[in-house]
């Protein structure tokens, strides 16, 4: 992110809360992979989910949409409990995610595994294609309709009808986001949306995660171990050590917090650090 600095420009300082997450617990076995975690994400900001490998980023993620209930707190999104909600109900409430590892559909093309990510939207259409197929046909379009803007929004037009397994990584990923994009979510999860990016293909991510902040308002909480990136497109930002939350705030702030420094390098490398930072 070194040639274009991508600053936020929006302050979401003030705005209402979108997504709350109060002392959320989870156990795998014998182990606290969270250990009362709380953060709040506010309407229209892009707050960052940061920490070393293994510190409960993703399983944080997944309590938020529903794929592990925690074992003890809150989520709620504007103000509505949606704690242990299924996946698919947090969904329909208006949360859209992407994964750490890919999860297109193979075999389709990059405008159908786009147009998924309007199911939410979609009505049942078994009964209206019997009967009022020309609403059935009406609805397809207008889901097309907002397709097809997503296609020219994100620069995909060349690969519209691609196969998306034929696509290079940077593009599926593209993708992924555009089908995200699609649903109109109140909240955006985004989990590591630029692992194993060139720095090309970064920077164009972070320009349409910045596009869909600013012209679409959407409120984005993002896991990113690129901290370029974290800085440049956060408006805050979190960090999770061993399950716990370990330091929070503005986001070069929060990351230069010795705290951090030793849970990414080990106190020994941190106390070199800070000797030579203060040398
Ligand atoms: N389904 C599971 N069963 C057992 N342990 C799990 C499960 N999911 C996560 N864990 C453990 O919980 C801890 C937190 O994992 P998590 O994937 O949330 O970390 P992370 O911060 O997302 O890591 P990374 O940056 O490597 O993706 C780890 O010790 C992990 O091994």
Redesign the pocket.
């Known amino acids: 992110m070194n040639e274009v600095q991508y600053r936020h420009a929006a302050s979401a300082a003030g705005a209402p809360v979108a997504l709350s997450c109060t002392g959320i617990e989870r156990v ?2 014998g ?1 606290r ?1 969270l250990k009362g975690v709380s953060l709040d994400v506010r309407q229209g900001e892009i707050l960052g989910l940061v ?10 993620v ?1 309590v938020i949409t529903g794929f ?1 209930p925690p074992n003890a707190g809150k989520v709620t999104l504007f103000g509505e409990d949606i704690t242990a909600l299924k996946p698919h109900r947090v969904a329909a409430r208006g949360v859209a995610r992407t994964f ?1 590892n890919l999860a297109l559909f193979k075999g389709m093309s990059v405008l159908d595994n786009i147009l998924i990510g309007r199911h939410t939207h979609m009505k049942p259409s078994a009964l209206g294609a019997l009967f009022y197929w020309w609403w059935a046909e009406r609805e397809e379009l207008a889901h097309r309709r907002v397709v097809e803007e997503m296609i020219e929004f994100m620069q995909l037009q060349d690969i519209r009808d691609e196969p998306v397994e034929v696509i290079p990584l940077g593009l599926q990923k593209r993708v992924e986001l555009a089908r995200a994009l699609v649903a109109e979510p109140r909240l955006l999860i985004l989990d ?1 949306p630029m692992a194993g990016m060139n720095q090309e293909e970064k920077e164009y991510i972070a320009r349409f995660i910045l596009d869909a902040s600013e012209a679409r308002g959407v409120t984005t909480l993002i ?1 990113e ?1 690129h901290m370029d990136v974290v800085t440049s497109i956060c408006d805050r930002v979190v960090v ?1 050590s061993y ?1 716990e939350v370990i330091s929070e705030g503005e986001p070069q702030a929060a990351i230069s917090h010795p705290s951090v420094v030793s849970a990414y390098l080990g106190e020994r490398a941190a106390k070199r650090h800070q000797a030579g930072s203060t040398a």
């Open positions: 795998f076995g182990l992979a920490g070393p490998n293994g510190s409960g980023k993703t399983t944080m997944n592990y750490q590591e896991i171990h999770l399950g």
